[in-house]
């Protein structure tokens, strides 16, 4: 098995975790969870997202989160961005890189965001645009590449188009979202080699749902034909494995343990997130998904 | 990647699972659970262990099980043996084949059985002596090959030798087992061909426990060098994933899920084990460890 030996990790937790998590957690908490991981090592963290404040109430104090965190030199603070009026927030916020995210799917694309992938597009072309004249690099998410919970499978080729035409339009990477977490390895290859029609193999990130607990194989099997940045929520946060339809983020923690035992560099400090996380536990008030955080309760080596 | 057309699994739920769940399940239900997974296709399943009653209670009904349970042709009924005792119960219940189990840990040896790895290994030497003049196959056991909760890191070659005397005095498979799930698949490799010094690739099974979330990785870095045994537990039994201090047996469904995507024949019917498991989920009073059972409780695709 061929792996690399330094991969590249983008921290989603403080936005696709909480997001998703049940309890709405203070402004101060999530500053000072941002800053606990940037002190671990991570230099992209997703923070936010400048979303309509009434759609997602958990995201309605981006700016405020923005406004408080500590910027550590080397750190990437990104945020979601919908549209030119989110756009216009991350800019005043300060933000060093946006996100922007469509779907594979049509029929999640409808239901997600009320616009059809095309549509999607032309609005994400617009913010980009401007992004591009700005200076702010772009990041694009498809989502539901590996499956729909509408449609069920998705072509490789319909990720590979979506996947392409954000790169055309400027993102600089795109990451390839198993948005219900049900890729298993033996997709793998076939999506991404799908996908490297259009998009360079070095543009490609993954990101993994741990719902079918297939998220850390997935990445081994992407790993091995050369995929070298891969999205984490630290703690697993965003998906509560206790209660039923948890989508379950791949947590950081089950990551980097991986990761550190096949010796590849990361820069991240697997103790650093599990205290990071741990601090957030006692705030969305139940245990970690992290299966890593759940072992190290017990004594042992 | 490259991997086996067809696995073997062993199913370990009604012995490794229901061995280390708190509830006591009545002899019935181990006698449906046993029924059910052979019914979805199960060929080799661990059943009970002929171990002291007074030690391990919840195995003091084994001959009763092994009495009640309806024999599928082509299935072959296991029971874990510590001694020529133990043998000797196992023959009157007609078992198909029996299991030892010598650890690769000095210290976990001493503590789990009260003997030193010598001892263990003169112990079986008689066992396997006696099961050979039967006509009995002999599977063997290495625990702790990943690593110890007592000593740490166990050296290769370590693992290398006990599971060489197993074979040598007749065992026909090693199971190498992460007793404490501590295993990477960086690690796979490594220990893997430090035992094909002693013993045969086609007679290394792997035994992984899903406590860090790595045991379907670590199957697949398996499936890559060649390994085509698996052991796995029918939805995870053996390690409650709300308890502390949860071993978590690495559920079937999961391992399932995994090799029916890579295409991998098993003739194992995957809803038919998560059938068996829900059944036996509503004796042990905790919902099941399976991440895929977890997923299949919300509805899509």
């Not at 549209?83 to 922007?100: C, F, P, S, Y």
């Not at 793998?188 to 490609?204: G, N």
């Not at 984490?232 to 965003?238: K, P």
Request: aromatic letters at 6%; a neutral charge; proline letters at 5%.
């Amino acid at each position: 098995m061929n792996v690399p030996r330094r991969v590249a990790l983008v921290e989603v937790g403080p936005r696709d975790g909480l997001q998703n998590e049940a309890v709405v957690v203070a402004t101060a908490d999530k500053i000072a969870f941002v800053d606990k991981l940037s002190a671990a090592g991570h230099r992209t963290i997703e923070v936010s997202a400048f979303v309509r404040p009434d759609r997602v109430p958990r995201m309605a104090d981006a700016a405020d989160v923005f406004a408080g965190i500590a910027r550590r030199p080397g750190t990437r603070y990104t945020a979601l961005v919908p549209n030119l009026a989110g756009l216009t927030r991350a800019i005043e916020a300060k933000v060093d890189e946006i996100a922007i995210f469509a779907a594979a799917s049509e029929t999640f694309s409808k239901r997600n965001i009320n616009q059809s992938i095309a549509e999607s597009l032309e609005t994400y072309r617009g913010v980009t645009q401007r992004a591009k004249e700005l200076g702010l690099p772009v990041r694009a998410y498809v989502s539901t590449a590996f499956g729909c919970p509408f449609e069920g499978r998705i072509a490789p080729d319909a990720v590979a188009d979506v996947s392409g035409a954000l790169i055309e339009m400027g993102a600089y990477q795109v990451a390839v979202s198993d948005t219900i977490g049900i890729a298993h390895p033996g997709q793998v290859p076939t999506v991404v080699t799908a996908v490297t029609k259009r998009v360079p193999l070095d543009r490609i990130a993954l990101h993994f749902h741990d719902t079918r607990g297939t998220a850390l194989a997935n990445v081994l099997a992407a790993l091995d034909i050369g995929v070298a940045t891969f999205d984490a929520s630290a703690g697993g946060l965003g998906g509560c494995p206790f209660a039923p339809g948890a989508t379950g983020n791949l947590a950081t923690e089950d990551l980097l343990y991986m990761l550190d035992g096949l010796g590849i560099e990361t820069g991240v400090d697997l103790d650093a997130v599990l205290a990071a996380s741990r601090f957030m536990e006692s705030k969305v008030g139940h245990r970690l998904a992290s299966r890593y955080a759940a072992a190290k309760r017990v004594p042992g080596p």
